[in-house]
C-alpha cells in the first residue's frame, strides 16, 4: 500500500514568501505529526493531530508557522514570511489510533514521509 | 519523556553484527525504548520497540538490561544498507511525540 506522501520533494523560496506544504498520511491513520529536520540534527516536533484536531503546536517556532487538518486527512504545514532559518527538510508522519486506553496517543509506530526540502534564499 | 545518549558514530564490517548502545539512566517504569533509523535522504522508520523483556523482529533485536537504564540495538547481519543513522528514543506507550537526539551514525563496510 501507498506511504505516507509529502509534496513537493524540494522548494526553493525566496526570502519573506510565503510556502505551503502538503502532506497525504496513510489512509485511515488517524495521528498525523510534523517534524523539522535542520542539516545533520535529528527531526525536532513541530506539531500533531488527531483527527482534524491540533491537539499539540508546542512546537512551532514562530507565529509564522500554521498547519491544518480540516478533513481530518490530508494537512498542510504554511509558513509566512519564509526566512533563511526556517530551510530544513519538513518530515510529515502518521499513525493508526489503536489504543482504547487513556491518555489516548498515536500507537507505537509512526510512519513517516520522505519529506519536503525548504531552501530559503 | 526520559534523554537517551548514544555514540556519535560507529562503523561495522558488511556481514558481521553491528550492536548500537543507548543509555536512558532517568527512564521511568512506563517509559518504552523505542529504535528509528533514517537513511539518507529517507524520513525515519521504525525498527523495534521494547519495555523490559528483550525483543526480536526480522529487522534486529533489542536487548534491555535489567534495571533498564540501557539498552543495545543489534541488527545481527549487517549490510551495506544499513548504513543509517540510529535513533533511540524513550517514549511512554501510546505518548504523544516522539522526541529524537542526534543518533549514532552506523557505517557498514565491504
Known amino acids: 500500500g501507498a506511504g505516507v506522501s509529502q509534496s513537493p520533494r524540494y522548494k526553493v523560496a525566496k526570502r519573506g514568501q510565503d510556502v505551503a506544504l502538503r502532506c497525504d498520511p496513510i489512509s485511515g491513520h488517524v495521528s498525523l505529526f510534523w517534524y523539522q529536520q535542520a542539516l545533520g540534527q535529528g527531526p525536532e516536533f513541530l506539531t500533531y493531530?488527531?483527527?482534524?484536531?491540533?491537539?499539540?503546536k508546542s512546537g512551532l517556532p514562530s507565529d509564522r508557522f500554521f498547519a491544518e487538518r480540516p478533513e481530518g486527512s490530508v494537512s498542510t504545514l504554511k509558513i509566512q514570511r519564509t526566512q533563511q532559518e526556517d530551510s530544513a527538510v519538513y518530515l510529515c508522519a502518521s499513525s493508526p489510533f489503536i489504543s482504547r486506553q487513556k491518555p489516548r496517543g498515536p500507537g507505537e509506530k509512526l510512519f513517516f514521509g520522505s519529506g519536503t526540502q525548504l531552501s530559503v534564499l | 519523556d526520559a534523554k537517551t545518549t548514544q555514540p556519535t558514530s560507529m562503523d561495522c564490517a558488511e556481514g558481521r553484527a553491528a550492536n548500537l548502545p543507548c543509555n536512558h539512566s532517568?527512564?521511568?517504569?512506563?517509559?518504552?525504548v523505542y529504535w528509528y533509523r533514517q537513511i539518507h535522504s529517507q524520513g525515519p522508520q521504525y525498527i523495534i520497540h521494547?519495555?523490559?523483556n528483550n525483543e526480536t523482529n526480522e529487522m534486529a533485536s533489542l536487548i534491555i538490561t535489567e534495571d533498564r537504564k540501557s539498552s543495545t540495538l543489534i541488527l545481527p547481519h549487517a549490510t551495506l544498507r544499513d548504513t543509517a543513522v540510529y535513533y533511540c528514543i524513550v517514549r511512554r506507550e501510546y505518548g504523544n511525540k516522539l522526541v529524537f537526539g542526534a543518533g549514532t551514525i552506523l557505517r557498514v563496510k565491504s
Open positions: 493531530f488527531q483527527n482534524e484536531a491540533q491537539l499539540d
Open positions: 532517568t527512564i521511568s517504569g512506563n517509559e518504552y
Open positions: 521494547g519495555l523490559k
